[in-house]
């Protein structure tokens, strides 16, 4: 069993959770708890991402409410994160491992491969007037909420 | 876009989901609401099932309370479910497709290879009372709660 562990990335609010593991003759299973330290919202809604056919950029966005955790359950997945100030990378390359973006973190994905399959779960419903599409207008409105904060 | 559409598997309760997939250039995404028609419960842990190495049987037991939903999210994995009169078996094989298993459902999965990854979400925290891990002890409780009820 390997413990859970947290590490941050230095971008505002963002966390990396690690998952135990138990791992035995019959195979390996790996668990988390709704709403937790690692999931610090209710999901209201999962999607998947799988099937990529290149190695470029997704995502890219940033939500104004919905929370979003990530755990790439197969293959492997770079992830991104910029808070307007400071941005990070985090490879996900096990189920054992999920990204927290919390609403106002600019949020892209590469390196997808033909096994990577993502899950997200997503505090709200869909609601495309929730993303921010522009990334200068998401520093324009990242900013405008720091300074209103 | 596939529309969702639901089946029966004869079993109590018992029902398999198929959600809508959205294909284009960029990839495949599947997605699905908490809670909703097809995961008719709150989700209050996930659990991942991964790098089994065999093709026997897994699983194997019962919940007296919790509810779950499974999803094999990489490869592909046979589940079985038995409410002590009837069973019935579906194929898992893309991230489109899930089955909802109440409580008092007995429920097996098995041939799983090398990329599979099962998605189990659930209604409770992990609690070992909660298991019925003996099918004949199954059979007696689910008799004697279905001629209660």
Redesign the interface.
Known sequence: VTEPARSLLGVSGVHVQRFPEF?D??????????PGDAVPF????????????SREV?GEHAHRICHQFLIC???QIMVAVDDGHHRGEVLLDT?TLGVYLPPMVWGSQFR?DQ?S?L?VLASH??DPDDYIREYESFLIEAEASSSSA
Chains 1, 2 share one sequence.
């Open positions: 791992v003759l019959r195979g390996s299973l790996t668990s988390g708890e709704l209710v999901p209201r809604r999962w999607f998947m991402v799988y099937d990529v056919p997704r359950v197969s293959g189920p997808y096994e399959v899950l419903l869909y």
